[in-house]
């Protein structure tokens, strides 16, 4: 049994979901200790629990330890099952933190699986349910699996609500190298908004627009129904050949929008002046697929304290580490060792 230090490196949730989802991928038990020690609420949260619940339904797991505030648990996995589930995090708690616990357990089944997930799907601290499907998914599906998501209802912080489905063509995973982000193909600006006055959209939209310096063409707003509100997020997106880069800015009660909006414009500035191929997300999210496969490697911005933590849960159950090189252009290789 591996026992992990949850309070060591970053000290978060993405801890919990890597460990389970390797666990369940080499069938090693793990315990985790202090989790989320570094968290203003440590212990497990409710969208944590959902995750380890759908990892212990989808792999025959039993986990001692699982309850909301709990800071310690032993996960024991079992054999992976894949088939149809429905997992409901019952909150705003982010239904993508759920899916990135089981999808690699799932792609590395030997039948397809369909996955319903309701809960937040545009909330803070986690990936909107638009990068998932166009920044992170067109990476493993370059792979060799086929993953297809889709959003049936946007689910907001606090409310929830939202669901999402995603269907699942398990395939051997091939080593892939994503270097280069070639030349930028298309670029866009788009503040939604549910339950909220317009004028708050409207104001993100200008700043995002100022700030970047990009068209009448890119920059628009989008009203949802109401009542799948209220909820605001701003999403600034830049495609390119071979890769997708999606920022996002979460209004908050009480921070002005053009705030909302310079946070996430000087995030894909930083991003836009680098040659890197992968943001700071989309490089945590890819170090577990690429560690499983190994052979891989790719570029990215300078790595977060994230991805330096899910090397070291990686390199205890793979004996692979992430290791990050910096280059010439201010870029990082990343390369499996």
């Given amino acids: 049994m591996i026992t992990i230090d949850g309070s060591e490196g970053e000290g978060g949730g993405q801890v919990v979901r890597n460990a389970c989802a390797l666990s369940l991928v080499t069938g090693t038990p793990v315990r985790i200790e202090n989790v989320r020690a570094r968290r203003s609420k440590p212990g497990l949260m409710r969208q944590h629990v959902t995750a380890i619940e759908a990892a212990c339904t989808v792999g025959n797991a039993c986990c001692e330890g699982l309850s909301v505030g709990s800071s310690e648990l032993t996960f024991q996995p079992g054999h992976v099952v ?6 409901s995090v019952g909150t705003a708690g982010s239904t993508g933190l759920v899916l990135q616990t089981v999808l690699m357990p799932l792609i590395l089944a030997d039948k397809p699986s369909r996955l319903v997930l309701e809960g937040g799907t545009h909330n803070m601290l986690a990936p909107p349910f638009d990068f998932i499907a ?15 998501a889709r959003l049936i209802r946007h689910g907001f912080y606090p409310r929830g609500g939202g669901r999402i489905e995603v269907d699942i063509n398990p395939a051997p995973l091939a080593p892939i190298d ?17 339950g909220l006055p317009f004028d708050i959209a409207d104001r993100e939209i200008k700043a995002a ?10 920059c628009f707003v989008r009203e949802l129904p109401e009542d799948q509100g209220p909820g605001n997020i701003l999403l600034l997106e830049a495609r390119f050949e071979h890769c997708t880069e999606i920022v996002s800015g979460f209004g908050e009660l009480g921070v002005p929008a053009d705030r909302v909006a310079k946070r996430a414009v000087g995030r894909m500035v930083g ?19 690429f560690a499983l496969v190994g052979g891989c490697s790719f570029t990215t911005v300078k790595p977060s304290q994230h991805s330096f ?9 793979l004996g692979r580490r992430c290791a990050f090189t910096p280059q010439q252009d201010g870029s990082h290789l990343m390369e499996i060792r």
């Fill in 82 to 87: 894949p088939g149809e589930y429905r997992f």
């Fill in 309 to 317: 933590t899910a090397s070291d849960v990686i390199a205890q159950f």
């Fill in 209 to 218: 627009q100022k700030g970047l310096g990009w068209s009448d063409r890119e």
């Fill in 271 to 289: 991003y836009l002046d680098s040659e890197a191929f992968a943001g700071p997300y989309l490089a945590d999210q890819l170090l577990l697929p």
């Fill in 178 to 194: 994503c270097i280069e982000r070639g030349a930028l193909l298309e670029r866009s600006a788009c503040a939604y908004f549910a």
């Fill in 134 to 148: 166009r920044v992170f998914l067109p990476i493993i599906n370059r792979m060799g699996p086929r993953v297809e």
